[in-house]
Nanobody, 122 residues
């Protein structure tokens, strides 16, 4: 599975960005799509996940109410709409996927995209 993330950039605090991730190659009949992020000097952390049908989503507390994850299975894409951005959201955002249907499990992701930089200025 190959994942290609895009949509990052520079935005002022309070602004919005929409990240997109396109998946290609081998696909699974049941798989979770997720987003993680890594800020400078920090460990990679979970941001959001969505199951195959799109009926189940899960968010980190730090982004709940501000970020929305969605997917289009016909196009093999997943998106992350980020609103009310804060300087602490600055990080490289990674698209990822794993087999399964449990969005609340934040481990076991085994395919990763190259990351896209999001910078939020104060």
């Amino acid at each position: 599975v190959q994942l290609q993330a895009s949509g990052g950039g520079l935005v002022q605090a309070g602004g919005s960005l929409r990240l997109s991730c396109a998946a290609s190659g081998r696909t699974f009949s049941r798989y979770v799509m997720g987003w993680f992020r890594q800020a400078p000097g920090k460990e990679r952390e979970f941001v959001a996940a969505i199951n195959w049908s799109g009926g189940s989503t899960y968010y980190a507390d730090s982004v709940k109410g501000r970020f929305t994850i969605s997917r289009d299975n016909a196009k093999n894409t997943v998106a992350l709409q980020m609103n009310s951005l804060k300087p602490e959201d600055t990080a490289v955002y990674y698209c990822t996927t794993r087999w399964g249907d449990n969005v609340m499990s934040t481990t076991g992701y085994n395919y990763w995209g190259q990351g896209t930089q999001v910078t939020v200025s104060s």
